[in-house]
């Protein structure tokens, strides 16, 4: 009986290990397929830009000649977040709120906030006769 008890053990922990190496293997397949479809999107991108060359050089455009500007890196600073906006220190004008420190933004009043509709309440009867055809006179 032991024994069979601990080969239960085995199976179900054997189970859980595959199961988890198939999430493993599904995840790396889907990273396969984002990798090759990036490189197709840069084989694309570079058939482009070879195309663009040899018909500006066809028209005698003379883009070579033309110094070539690196854009300014982003740093961390400049990238976007998620969340909300930073708050400014310093209103726009220079002017604050009469009394309080100068630079300093005045206390900004809160919208309300909505009020949801209440859906009407449901009256429900678990004991309803159902209905009967009326007795017709006069047939």
């Excluded at 293997?25 to 840069?42: H, L, S, T």
Aim: hydrophobic share 25%; net charge positive.
């Amino acid at each position: 009986m032991l024994l069979n008890k601990k080969n239960l053990m085995y199976k179900q922990l054997v189970e859980k290990l595959y199961d988890k190496c198939q999430k493993i293997q599904a995840e790396n397949e889907r990273c396969v397929m984002r990798v090759n479809g990036i490189k197709k999107i840069v084989r694309r991108r570079n058939h482009d830009v070879e195309i663009l060359k040899k018909r500006l050089d066809k028209h005698g455009d003379d883009w070579r000649s033309v110094p070539m500007v690196v854009p300014h890196p982003k740093g961390k600073t400049e990238q976007k977040r998620r969340g909300p906006k930073p708050k400014n220190k310093q209103a726009a004008d220079g002017t604050g709120a009469p009394g309080s420190e100068p630079g300093s933004n005045p206390p900004v009043p809160r919208k309300p906030r909505k009020q949801k509709a209440k859906p009407p309440p449901t009256i429900f009867n678990p004991i309803v006769p159902p209905p009967h055809p009326q007795p017709q006179l006069g047939t």
